[in-house]
């Protein structure tokens, strides 16, 4: 695809509102209202909770998948507290990248930006933590307090990535913070949450090889979330992979990020550890080829670039639920056909 060919359907495009033109004050005000709703939208960024509930939908599946049960109020109470944790996470690194001013000029849709209020933006991040902390707190009751301690080590590892002093993101360091708080810590979290009550130990070995791959993808979106903002970051000493390998280099390991995830999803299907419906997760190929095109393509063009986040993110949902369900439905379809049952 050439670069007059970029594309970005994932952009938040500016509607022409059609009104007479004796009324410029009129079309002035609706066209500032379309556009804050469009930042409030994009501020908002509802789809990115994917990431939040990833890990304990795939514990839910593979509980399935092995004749398990699945106890659905300890689900939907880690469900919930997750979600408001990601908030807290969202609305925290507003309020930080704000005290930075790293937002300032490349981020109109910061909750702060929005808002003119940091006081404000900091009161509902602590109200969204101390919400999912203490609905996570009411799971972990009902299960092992291991299952707090996990989720707090998460929130430490998200405080460490965009709180002083530490400010890990700025260091370049988000990526490998990612993977691991959405990766195994996460996944075992989920699954101790979902396991009978009395379940004390950590089973590494699953949360690993479960959480992994899907956590990758979880790490690209992160890592194309840089692309569109490196001259921003890159003057307010923000030191992102995209800012420290330029923007061409950066795009050139998005095809790695989707294959390594893909590859340790599939793994343990080769292995004969899972059935061969865990390879559902290749429904997250066409976005993945999408972001692949358009990186390579528009890498260094911040306008054409943003949308490429949610491609990344796309192919992190599509790709985890295929897993997940894969996962689930393997009992089932495997009595209809065992030749789809793990052979280990």
Known sequence: MGRSGCSNVWAFPHRQLSLPASEPQVVASLHAAAE???????AIKWPMYAVAVMPVLLAAGCRLGQGQPVRPLQLGLFLLAAVLLLAWENLANDVFDADTGVDTHGKPHSVVNL???RDRVALLANGALVGGLVLMALVALRSTPLVLALVLA??????????????????????????????????????????????AAVSWREALLLGSGPALATTLVLFCSHFHQVSEDAAHGKRSPVVRLGTARAAALVPWFVAGSLALQWAPVLLG?????????????????????LVASCHDQPERIAGSKFLALRFQALSGIGL?????????LGRLWPVLLPSG
């Open 273 to 293: 550890r899972w059935p061969l419906t865990a390879l559902l997760g290749v429904i997250g190929l066409p976005p993945a080829r999408q972001l692949i095109a």
């Open 115 to 117: 808002l003119g209020r």
């Open 36 to 42: 804050r709703r469009r930042l409030w939208k994009a």
């Open 154 to 199: 998460c929130c430490g590892i998200g405080y460490a990535y965009q709180g002083p002093p530490f400010r890990l993101g700025y260091r370049g360091l988000g990526e490998p913070l990612c993977w691991i708080a959405f990766g195994p810590l996460a996944t075992a979290a989920g699954l101790l949450a979902l396991a009978p009550v009395g379940t």
């Open 324 to 332: 997940a369900l894969g996962l689930a439905l393997a009992p089932t």
